[in-house]
């Protein structure tokens, strides 16, 4: 899907610097990949890692993936959300791919982290949406963080990357980091009972490019 010009034109910000820290095979239900950690401009290690297919150095129009950590979701199944259905269908479609990558950013919802990501769900039982209820709790809607993915990419040498979203907000994060984005490729799951309102409310507060 070609960008919107406004996107394409994005201001560059301030960047990180990452570097490879190791990189180990991770055979998978979905097939082979390798996992990939890093260490930042100080030598700490990072808890974002990587999985990436064939070499990617140097390629352009990468198949990519910024995947922000779901607990509940990737790990337990919820229903309320649609974030292990996304990872899923990101890596079956990168299974077979020559080149592809997935970040998978420590970043638990949408950056306030799990303990008040519980908080924002009881909030939501009692009437509020995921924005208003991270609004109610003194956060903003989204508070995540691009730079760090940047950087991972450029660690990894990408030229640039076809990204796997419906989030514009994440093109532009890329693009203001210093990643060029090729293309943005949909990547869209069946709503069910439990999550209908919470991708409703992605589509209409927060921009997202859902059917």
Do not use: W
Request: glycine fraction near 10%.
């Amino acid at each position: 899907m070609p960008l919107p010009h406004s996107l394409g034109a994005a201001r560059p910000r301030p960047v990180r610097s990452v570097d490879v820290f190791a990189r180990a095979k991770l055979p998978s239900r979905h097939g082979e990949f390798t996992i990939v950690s890093f260490t930042d401009e100080r030598g700490r290690t990072l808890d974002d890692v990587a999985i990436v297919r064939g070499d990617v150095a140097g390629v352009d129009a990468v198949p990519t993936r910024v995947h922000s950590e779901c607990l509940t979701g990737d790990v337990f199944g919820s229903k309320r959300c649609d974030c292990r259905d996304q990872l899923e269908l990101a890596l079956e479609r990168f299974a077979d791919a020559d080149v592809a990558i997935i970040l998978y950013m420590r970043q638990e919802g949408r950056g306030i982290g799990i303990a008040h990501k519980v908080r924002a769900y009881a909030l939501q039982e009692q009437g509020l949406d995921t924005v208003e209820a991270n609004l109610h709790l003194g956060f903003d809607s989204d508070l995540r963080d691009y730079g760090t993915a940047a950087a991972m990419l450029r660690a990894l040498g990408v030229g640039s990357v076809a990204l796997h979203t419906n989030n514009l907000e994440k093109i532009a994060g890329l693009q203001q980091h210093g990643v060029p984005v090729a293309e943005r490729v949909a990547i869209q799951s069946d709503p069910g009972e439990h999550n209908e309102r919470y991708l409703a409310t992605k589509r209409e507060k927060c921009g997202h490019l859902l059917d």
